[in-house]
């Protein structure tokens, strides 16, 4: 299984090849992330070079048994065979022994990844990190006070002591009228319809660019736009057709108010 935009090719290379290959360029809502996550026996990190990686804290908090190159924070979180294993930059060899363990071996697979969950929520807690981003700008206002002929450095306001446990939510969208909701949801579709097909994923893109219709279909301006970014290389009664069968089931369920 393979999540996010950009692998096109690679998936095309693995079918090709005979690989049984599962690949969901684009999760419109995120909490189905966990679900697809907890799905997995073994994630793979197989990057060089990573922000994070964010996605690895992801999959241990979801209880999957992670094998990650010593990229970024990977170094930092993962302990080698306690609640994940190491495998070196660019070593396919090494990647294929550690998940040849752990498909032989179920207990160590479930004991592994048991304890990335409990390295998730015994120390990477939203409040937790947060405390972790005052002690950090904390040292670094200090350092910079520290430096020959530097200004006066500001001072670092103590942190709560006694922060909020619970993760501050968005603001719900059934908060605002069912115009603006509509609205939302379709420049949200539009948008990322426009990544997926900068990123080669013209079929979620087309995807993304009728749900867009479907959020807002007697909004004429939102249709043309959506129809500009749909292919027109075919038929345009094909293309005139996709459009009523979305206005036909978004009908099902009531029309969306305009603005």
Known sequence: MIL??????????????????????FVPDLSGIAEIQRA???????SR??????????????????????VGMARDVVVDGENGLMA??????????QTGRLASD??????????????MVDGYQWWQVSRSAHDLYRTAIERFGERPGSPRAPVMPPPDPSPRRDAPGPVPMAAFPPGIRSWVASREALLFGSVLESMGERRAA???????????????????????????????????????????????HGASESL
């Open 40 to 46: 997995l026996d073994v994630y793979w990190v197989t």
């Open 206 to 252: 087309h995807r993304a660019h009728l749900r867009s219709i479907a959020a807002r279909p007697f909004d004429h301006a939102t249709v043309r736009e959506a129809l500009r970014r749909l292919p027109l290389a075919g038929s345009r009664r094909a293309i005139a057709a996709a459009v009523r069968n979305v206005l036909s089931r978004r009908g099902n």
């Open 106 to 119: 179920p207990d160590l697979r479930r004991r592994i990844g048991e304890s990335a969950r409990r390295t």
């Open 49 to 70: 070079i990573e922000g994070g990686p964010v996605p690895l804290l992801e999959a241990m908090a979801s209880g999957v048994c992670c094998v990650s190159t010593p």
């Open 4 to 25: 996010g935009p950009g692998w096109g090719e690679l998936v095309d290379r693995q079918r090709a090849a005979g690989i049984r290959c599962v690949h969901v360029p």
């Open 88 to 97: 070196p930059f660019d070593d396919v060899g090494a990647f294929v022994r």
